[in-house]
Each structure stands twice: as structure tokens, then as C-alpha cells.
């Protein structure tokens, strides 16, 4: 059975070296096959004078590193989190009457959300909230809930 030369293959020689990938290749008139660093009739077979000359090329092999295990990569050793951010019209500042404050705490006992603003209420006390704004205000706070963790058991 003799050896179909391709494009873009890898072939294991006689010698056992892995070379390639093969490409055709304009060389003297006629199109050969540059497979490493050699030129090959699409026989495979090196011309040279011995009848089995260790550069043939005997076999089509997978591409080195095909089938190479990735090392697993290691956790990193610091990251970031976000555990307060402030809601409110676009443009409007950390200070702002129209700033809400969404923020993780923890007093020892385990993670929670608190809401807070700077504006007073009409009764003092508590966060006031329009209508138009519930449903992104709402989003904000869940998705900080959702960011914490559990507390200590």
C-alpha cells in the first residue's frame, strides 16, 4: 500500500522523526510535496542513493501536541468584589438626594443587603421610591442578594 501525501499532514519518517506540515511546492518545473525542511515526489520517498533512506516517509501521524492534556490552570490568588453600588438618574453622584445605596454587610452573623439614602422621607425615616424606578431598583437589589454569601453556620 503506498502513502498518499496531503496537504497540511504530518508523517513519522523511516528514521522515526515527526515532520510537517506538508505543502505543495513548485521545485524544478514540477510540483513536489516540502514536507520539514525537504522536498518529496508524492511517493513520500527521499531521492537519495540508498534504497531506504531514514528521511522517507512511511506513515501519516496526528499533528504533534493534537492530543497534549492542557495542565490544569490554578485558582488566582486575589480577586475583586463589588459590595456596594449606588442607583440612581444617570449622572447623579454618590451624595446625591436622588442616590440609593445597595450594599453587602456583615456584622458577624452572615451577609445581608441594606438599602439606604441620604434624602429624608416624608416620615423620616426609610427609603423612598417612585414607581418609575421600582423595577430597575428592584433588579439592583436582587442582584446583590444574590451576591451574597453564606453566613457562618
Avoid at 7 to 24: I, L, N, Q
Avoid at 33 to 50: L, Q
Avoid at 59 to 77: D, F, H, I, R, Y
Wanted: proline share 7%; glycine share 10%; hydrophobic share 35%.
Amino acid at each position: 500500500m503506498s502513502l498518499q501525501l496531503r496537504e497540511g499532514a504530518w508523517y513519522k519518517t523511516r528514521g522515526g522523526e515527526v515532520v510537517g506540515p506538508s505543502t505543495r511546492a513548485q521545485l524544478t518545473g514540477a510540483l513536489w510535496w516540502k514536507v520539514g525542511a525537504f522536498h518529496y515526489p508524492d511517493s513520500g520517498r527521499f531521492i537519495s542513493n540508498n534504497l531506504d533512506d531514514e528521511l522517507d516517509l512511511i506513515e501519516e501521524v496526528p499533528c504533534p501536541g493534537a492530543n497534549l492534556v492542557t495542565p490544569a490552570v490554578e485558582p488566582p490568588k486575589f480577586s475583586t468584589r463589588t459590595t456596594r453600588i449606588v442607583f440612581g438618574p444617570a449622572g447623579c453622584g454618590v451624595l446625591d438626594d436622588q442616590a440609593t445605596t445597595i450594599e453587602i454587610v456583615d456584622e458577624g452573623a452572615g451577609e445581608y443587603v441594606n438599602v439606604s439614602q441620604l434624602k429624608e422621607t416624608p416620615a423620616g425615616k426609610g427609603v423612598a421610591i417612585n414607581m418609575e424606578e421600582w423595577p430597575a431598583l428592584r433588579d439592583a437589589i436582587e442582584s446583590m442578594v444574590n451576591q451574597c454569601r453564606k453566613g457562618k453556620a
